[in-house]
């Protein structure tokens, strides 16, 4: 029964430290927001009093946390919880933040001796709570495989892209291009119904042939024609388009660091950057779709 | 055994023609290039001295040329084929038109009192010899029903997409996707690549992701990547630059005759009109991963 | 005192018939709209039964047509003018269609042993009754030196931009730049405004420097910042973005025929045809400003 | 005579602080490149042995750094030069960097009782030489007062664009700006060309129509047409692509934080960082112009 530290119980993480319970770990859990603490003390966690504290005697930390600056002042900030930690202590962040922080962070760890694994996850708060979550991890390969058996609590698909930072660029490439792929495939959609085509006989020819997608084959962005995804009930839950946007802006600062040209890409951002200012933000991510119709 | 006629035999006439021949067809061909009718003809085919011969005894007639001008020019001019035809007809037009020609067309023949299907094709010149061509067809139920026997001669996947054109406009919606896909894709891995990732690491992740699509299934961009696809035999074979940019310029005169937005086919048209522009226009479309590569 | 033709009386060509009446050329005239015939005859033109007819005694004759099918047939048609016209008539065609159609025609009437200028305009129903219109000649010398005192009747600036053809080429080339330089002013004027600047303190450091375009000088698409433009009259009058998104159309068509690469107006189109799309397709063509607006 | 701090003395703060000197200000000069303070000494400098020592006895201190981080290094790091400074002192940073590092910096002085201006120039080392910078300052009414004679003595035109932060924001507005019309104005041009058009009669109807521009106006990117620009002296000297994607950078950037949607400006970065790819990242930035032409 490993110990595990899990810092940062919001939407997401709190259903993965359940899980981690539910695998029969032993999960010491630290939240600044009490509700979410006393949620997991009830399922069987234990408190701590602050991350310091959580650390202590853990053997795996797993942090889930908003945005870039927390992970940071987390770990690199005057009670920084590196230090705090056990000499054999493998950390794992699953916050998606920027690749340049992440491997400011996995560096900081690494000199002191201890292990990083950055392991950013898709699949949203149904795929937390189902512990289906895809894990796209960067780090050594023994850090890898001291973090797979932990991760496969909270998740089904585990993948191993490179070094410290690979899994946060991964995850951004993927999402970078499900942007393109959705505005694509949406105004594709359009354009046959615009020319008098039935939404569905055109999902199935193209679902065969070379326009194939993963938008088309789990997640059809035209009202009525798959059941049980966003489209068909008016766009709610599913992948918000502000969070596209924030995974957006992300890509858009790997390639400018980088150099590197993603003009597909750009024309998508702007898009959903359009689409948010219409008052969608909270729309799920396919209803991109409804940019394209006809008032 | 159904009388074919068949008229226009260029490189993917004259192997969907020999097909024909091979499922035991009776054919008779007519082409300007009496080369090319002498190739059918030691085949088993019956040469015609022109359209209007070839077509006067034929249960079904079959057309493949380059563009609408010949279409339009061949049924409705002077000497059109409609009225040498026999009253209870099929006309299949295979050629990749705007729908409104195949629209005005298809017309003229059930005017006439014959039926039409526009049944435009994917697969290439290796399709084509191999018999394993995608047909999308638009026309009438009955008209649909009389081609698909004749079709599967040649192909191996036939749709129906709805109404006269609606063939077209399906074909040119798919084409105008895998647009989308192949640029979106290479420019995704171009990223990951200039983040020190592996890409064939990062197209297993995003096969198995979200970012999943036929590009990545069937005909990766990135050299070394796949074997027996154009990107790792120096870009050669496969579906040209130039007949993308064709496919797209239809695609985008569909979007301005429905006044549908098309923007990100549109950022995809931009680029591979560059890359034709820089000299690639023979070279398969998947080189345009070589457009977002550092010199 | 010349005598003139003119064909075609609708919101542009009755003012610039008009125009011609003023500055005291004998004008007879054509429509295909009687109520239009009368106006003008009220104001001195000669009514003609037919177009044939109108042409008959003609110097010059102008056509002002909706697009290039009225066009090509009322010059190529079986009742064509040409044929009908005296052999040292000058044609002038001021219609906006594609330079592809403007050749053919010039072509024709010149096979004839006449003078063709295809010579669209710019300025709008307001430019036409004011006589301040903008007409871009193609055609040759000769051509040019005949129409360019009767253009001089109906509009302020005149230029001569090369051949047959080119007077639409220059036309649409300037406009689709027009359409790039007012979606790119009202997005840059926004990203200020989010950013807590005043957008007429924007504009006026941008009118002095290296942003300085047409948008800003004489037509600034943010309400306030100037008086008397469409802007300040909510999107009121001025060019309609139904108008534009028709010379976009032209000008990608014209792109594709030439295989040049316009990935900035294809973005430009693609907002348009968005714009278009949500209802705003009779309002002015700047306000494209509130796409980018926040709700 | 003011007593100045000037900070940075590369090749554009160099000869901005000989300007100063020309002018009868009395400079004192601190750059960690030892030749450059020597320079700078022989032209009647005084020397300092530390930005903090530079700053102690300065009525008005100018910092010109090459990013950010050196920015707030300096100014918020350990031996910052707030607290060394006078009370009355006037902090100018000319460095171009993000709106909200000026923020944080501006604060920062203004808490320490001080006043600061941010005030990004334009106008390239040429412009630095000849003292006829562009400068756009962010701050109070009171510093921008104080900074208008200084600058002056360095620049011909000054804005005040509005509150600390604004002069960043409006000169990435202006030159993201730029970035478009440079774009859209070259492949108009190409378009032109390619249609058979002379570029310089394209380029004179669009100066005098609705396509009018500053690229045209002064910068006209077509080889030829214009005398004395980098167009015709193959794309050498002004401002160059790599530091118009640095701007777009920073563009890309604030319009992310403020959530606006940015796609012309987007569809141009796309452009520029596939030329700066090409290997035209020291060429002058109308060289994009090169990549619509043919081969």
Known sequence: MTNIAFIGLGNMGGPMAANLL???MQVTVFDLVEASVNALVEQGAKAATSAVDAVADAEVVVTMLPAAAHVKSLYLGDNGIIEASRDDV??????TIDADSARVVGKAVEQAGRLFVDAPVSGGVAGAKAGTLTFIMGGSVDGVAKATPVLQCMG??????GDTGAGQIAKICNNMLLAVLMSGTSEALQLAID???DPKVMSDIMLQSSGCN???QKY?????V???VPSSNDYQGGFMVKLMNKDLNLAMNAAANSE???PMAAAAQGLYKLHQRNGNGDKDFSSIFTLFAKD
Not at 90 to 95: A, G, V
Not at 220 to 224: A, R
């Open 214 to 216: 993963w938008t088309l």
């Open 90 to 95: 493998l950390f794992i962040d699953s916050s």
């Open 22 to 24: 539910k695998s029969g």
């Open 220 to 224: 059809n962005p035209c009202p009525g």
């Open 156 to 161: 089904k698909n585990l993948f191993h892209a």
């Open 260 to 262: 590197s040209s993603t």
């Open 226 to 228: 798959m059941e049980d």
């Open 195 to 197: 020319n008098g085509l």
